[in-house]
């Protein structure tokens, strides 16, 4: 069974930059062929989509509000995905939550409920001060 451990959340000012983390692990080849997305989980809001990348990398879709300014990544022989988030605003403050299915990254962004996904992991607080 594949867990799922995001870090290097915190808080950074308005226009500055922070990488978050998700680490997976589980029983060899548990991960392949696995989409990895990112979700965020604003205070009195439902989650939302962010960012989802394929298995090889080789496709990507992101949220319209996060275009441009985050960059979603991964490293399979690391078993990790990462989210770079440049020109951060307080509107992106959230948990953010990792998640894995085998799904395009298009059908990751196609989900509404969190049951539609197969993994996920505990999140991390970003905060982001004006």
């Known amino acids: 069974q594949v867990q799922l451990v995001e870090s290097g959340g915190g808080l950074v000012q308005a226009g500055g930059s922070l990488r978050i983390s998700c680490a997976a692990s589980g029983p060899s080849g548990s991960m392949y062929g696995m989409a990895m997305a990112w979700f965020r989980e604003a205070p009195g809001k439902e989650r939302e989509f962010v960012a989802a990348?394929?298995?090889?990398?080789?496709?990507?879709k992101y949220a319209d509000l996060v275009k441009g300014r985050f960059t979603i990544s991964r490293d399979n022989a690391k078993n990790t995905a990462y989210l770079q988030m440049n020109a951060l605003k307080p509107g992106d403050t959230a948990v953010y939550y990792c998640?894995?299915?085998?799904?395009?990254?298009?059908?990751?962004?196609?989900?509404?409920?969190?049951?539609?996904?197969?993994?996920w992991g505990q999140g991390t607080q970003v905060t982001v001060s004006s």
């Open positions: 990348i394929s298995w090889s990398g080789s496709a990507t």
């Open positions: 998640a894995a299915d085998m799904r395009t990254t298009q059908g990751m962004a196609d989900t509404h409920t969190k049951d539609e996904i197969r993994t």
